[in-house]
């Protein structure tokens, strides 16, 4: 009888992780959105940990006496393009959930696309806030086996 549980068992956590799939790498996709943020907003640093190139002499001067800092590219001014930096679902099946990131207004995605061309996708995670969310999936896959 306590083999047939712990194939019962086996089953519902199955179903649960199934059913739990895209929420929860939505969850993950939005805290390594933070983490990202986090480190263009706070280091002025691309997904490779280097610095983005600095402003131009003209734009620095602008936001200097506009009261903004200028030491490093941090792509915030209002905020509103960070806040519209979103997760959406690209696929889900019995395996996989499939989360890409993009802007939720127009604004926001022609900075997005603006600064590829000089600075690179400025929304993409580092190896390290990659490694961060493998190991928050692996965590919850774990606490639902209680492993």
Do not use: C
């Not at 602008?62 to 960070?82: C, L, P």
């Not at 806040?83 to 997005?112: H, K």
């Not at 996708?121 to 692996?138: H, Q, V």
């Amino acid at each position: 009888m306590a083999f047939e549980a712990l194939i019962q068992r086996i089953r519902q956590v199955k179903h649960n992780l199934e059913t739990a799939r895209e929420s929860e790498a939505t969850r993950i996709v939005l805290d390594q959105i933070a983490l990202t943020k986090l480190r263009v907003q706070t280091k002025g640093q691309n997904s490779d940990n280097a610095a983005f190139s600095p402003y131009v002499p003209a734009y620095a001067k602008e936001r200097k006496k506009a009261g903004y800092q200028v030491g490093y590219v941090d792509f915030t001014r209002t905020g509103r393009m960070w806040a519209a930096v979103r997760p959406y679902t690209v696929s889900v099946s019995v395996f996989s959930a499939t989360i890409g990131v993009t802007a939720a207004n127009q604004r926001a995605l022609d900075i997005i696309a603006g600064a590829r061309s000089k600075r690179g996708d400025i929304t993409a995670p580092s190896k390290a806030e990659i490694d961060l969310s493998r190991k928050a999936n692996l965590e919850r896959v774990r606490k639902a086996f209680r492993v």
